[in-house]
């Protein structure tokens, strides 16, 4: 009897949210006499504007699956409330858009609607593709019409009740989501504005590297603070990721120059890191054919950011400092040095310059040494003799955690014990 009355009040609740939410949050149509076009571009200068502004996106990434064909999607995002399939975005009329109407694109960047009217779930980082301009939004579309169609429909999403309920997301976007055009600033410089447009608006890298609430929403008081998402270890096991604070502090990017910041993003490594995980395919379908005058816009607005703190760590003792050094010494002493101060030939540094190493989630560490970091591909021009072996085999949870610890402890890290239950749940 208890539990019918729990069902019921919860039905009703249900009934509530979605009967307010239609009635304060209704769907945004913009019609095609708003759009206002402020450069004449030729068609060929559309398409290729538009191949640059979609390549900024890293479309590819998300709508191409690995043996799939071009923007195709299909692409499965693993979320606490069931999975996501990307949607195929080629010119196809029947399986994906080639039907739409500029209006019909425009609406759903903006405002995070289908053509028909139901929302979108912000899988689709529409929280950040709002910021785009009209003109920008409008030569995506014409270099998507200009590309192959592919008659695919992806799989249907398998999400949970009640989250498999589209129109709950107007009572979502009406508590998280604000549409609009990136705002310049005026007391900022044209190239600080450049690169908080590309960096909040197309290149959406908040949707990783920022925190998000019990609703998948991103905590704004944490922004480019560091996040965690579920990505491939290997071709078919998803595991959590963290993707480290961004913002101005000891352990974030203030631990990288400019330069170095600008490397990574052009060339995929530093003198500090080697991209691996998901970071490879922003490098290598995006930011890399970038312009330089764009990179260096990126880097300027990421390097303003301002601090957002880390929890402060606790300091290990000196049984696991030891029991972590001589598994250290053991298995990766020889190519990172006693030092931790790396190699040029053998392997990147550990010490201080890694802001894998210095995130206050040990995850996307803790799967570098269990599964080998996963290097770009195509590969990269061979910088390291020999590839990272994995370690999933050869150690044990407590063994990971005190190797992964005592890293984190050594050569001015301070990042933070790895406890062997956060070693099993990376397994």
Same mark, same amino acid.
């Given at each position: 009897?208890?539990?019918?009355?729990?069902?019921?009040?919860?039905?009703?609740?249900?009934?509530? %949210?979605?009967?307010?939410?239609?009635?304060?949050?209704?769907?945004?149509?913009?019609?095609?006499?708003?759009?206002?076009?402020?450069?004449?571009?030729?068609?060929?200068?559309?398409?290729?504007?538009?191949?640059?502004?979609?390549?900024?996106?890293?479309?590819?990434?998300?709508?191409?699956?690995?043996?799939?064909?071009?923007?195709?999607?299909?692409?499965?995002?693993?979320?606490?409330?069931?999975?996501?399939?990307?949607?195929?975005?080629?010119?196809?009329?029947?399986?994906?858009?080639?039907?739409?109407?500029?209006?019909?694109?425009?609406? *759903?960047?903006?405002?995070?609607?289908?053509?028909?009217?139901?929302?979108?779930?912000?899988?689709?980082?529409?929280?950040?593709?709002?910021?785009? *301009?009209?003109?920008?939004? %409008?030569?995506?579309?014409?270099?998507?019409?200009?590309?192959?169609?592919?008659?695919?429909?992806?799989?249907?999403?398998?999400?949970?009740?009640?989250?498999?309920?589209?129109?709950?997301?107007?009572?979502?976007?009406?508590?998280?989501?604000?549409?609009?055009?990136?705002?310049?600033?005026?007391?900022?410089?044209?190239?600080?504005?450049?690169?908080?447009?590309?960096?909040?608006? %197309?290149?959406?890298?908040?949707?990783?590297?920022?925190?998000? !609430?019990?609703?998948?929403?991103?905590?704004?008081?944490?922004?480019?603070?560091?996040?965690?998402?579920?990505?491939?270890?290997?071709?078919?096991?998803?595991?959590?990721?963290?993707?480290?604070?961004?913002?101005?502090?000891?352990?974030?990017?203030?631990?990288?120059?400019?330069?170095? %910041?600008?490397?990574?993003?052009?060339?995929?490594? !530093?003198?500090?890191?080697?991209?691996?995980?998901?970071?490879?395919?922003?490098?290598? !379908?995006?930011?890399?054919?970038?312009?330089?005058?764009?990179?260096?816009?990126?880097?300027?607005?990421?390097?303003?950011?301002?601090?957002?703190?880390?929890?402060?760590?606790?300091?290990?003792?000196?049984?696991?400092?030891?029991?972590?050094? #001589?598994?250290? !010494?053991?298995?990766?002493?020889?190519?990172?040095?006693?030092?931790?101060?790396?190699?040029?030939?053998?392997?990147?540094?550990?010490?201080?310059?890694?802001?894998?190493? $210095?995130?206050?989630?040990?995850?996307?560490?803790?799967?570098?040494?269990?599964?080998?970091?996963?290097?770009?591909?195509?590969?990269?021009?061979?910088?390291?003799?020999?590839?990272?072996?994995?370690? $999933?085999?050869?150690?044990?949870?407590?063994?990971?955690?005190?190797?992964? #610890?005592?890293?984190?402890?050594?050569?001015?890290?301070?990042?933070?014990?790895? #406890?062997?239950?956060?070693?099993?749940?990376?397994?």
């Amino acid at each position: 009897m208890i539990l019918n009355i729990r069902n019921i009040a919860l039905a009703l609740l249900l009934v509530l %949210l979605v009967s307010a939410s239609v009635i304060l949050w209704r769907v945004p149509v913009i019609e095609a006499g708003a759009i206002v076009h402020s450069e004449d571009l030729s068609p060929g200068e559309l398409v290729a504007r538009g191949e640059y502004l979609v390549t900024a996106g890293n479309c590819a990434s998300c709508h191409t699956t690995q043996d799939g064909a071009f923007m195709s999607g299909g692409l499965p995002f693993r979320t606490p409330f069931g999975t996501i399939y990307s949607t195929n975005i080629t010119p196809d009329p029947l399986t994906g858009i080639g039907n739409w109407s500029d209006i019909d694109f425009l609406n *759903s960047l903006r405002h995070g609607v289908r053509p028909d009217g139901d929302h979108l779930y912000p899988a689709f980082p529409y929280t950040a593709y709002t910021k785009a *301009s009209d003109d920008d939004i %409008l030569a995506m579309f014409a270099y998507l019409k200009s590309i192959k169609p592919v008659r695919i429909s992806p799989p249907q999403n398998d999400l949970i009740f009640p989250f498999n309920y589209r129109p709950l997301m107007a009572f979502w976007k009406l508590l998280y989501f604000q549409p609009g055009v990136y705002e310049v600033r005026e007391d900022q410089s044209e190239q600080w504005n450049r690169g908080a447009y590309l960096v909040e608006a %197309l290149a959406h890298c908040s949707a990783c590297h920022s925190p998000r !609430n019990s609703l998948g929403a991103e905590r704004a008081a944490a922004h480019m603070g560091g996040g965690e998402f579920l990505d491939l270890v290997a071709r078919h096991h998803y595991r959590p990721w963290s993707a480290p604070n961004l913002s101005a502090t000891e352990r974030g990017l203030a631990l990288w120059s400019e330069q170095d %910041l600008a490397d990574y993003l052009k060339t995929a490594r !530093n003198d500090m890191l080697e991209s691996f995980g998901p970071m490879n395919e922003v490098i290598i !379908n995006s930011t890399r054919y970038l312009e330089a005058q764009d990179i260096g816009a990126m880097v300027t607005y990421l390097k303003s950011l301002e601090a957002v703190p880390e929890r402060e760590a606790t300091a290990p003792g000196p049984e696991i400092m030891g029991r972590g050094r #001589t598994i250290y !010494n053991l298995h990766c002493g020889t190519c990172h040095l006693p030092t931790g101060e790396g190699d040029p030939d053998m392997a990147p540094r550990l010490d201080r310059g890694s802001l894998v190493v $210095q995130d206050e989630n040990p995850a996307s560490m803790i799967n570098a040494i269990l599964y080998g970091p996963h290097l770009p591909s195509p590969p990269l021009q061979p910088k390291w003799r020999e590839p990272m072996e994995d370690f $999933q085999y050869l150690l044990d949870d407590e063994e990971v955690a005190a190797a992964a #610890t005592f890293i984190r402890h050594s050569w001015g890290n301070a990042s933070g014990m790895v #406890t062997a239950d956060q070693v099993a749940r990376q397994r």
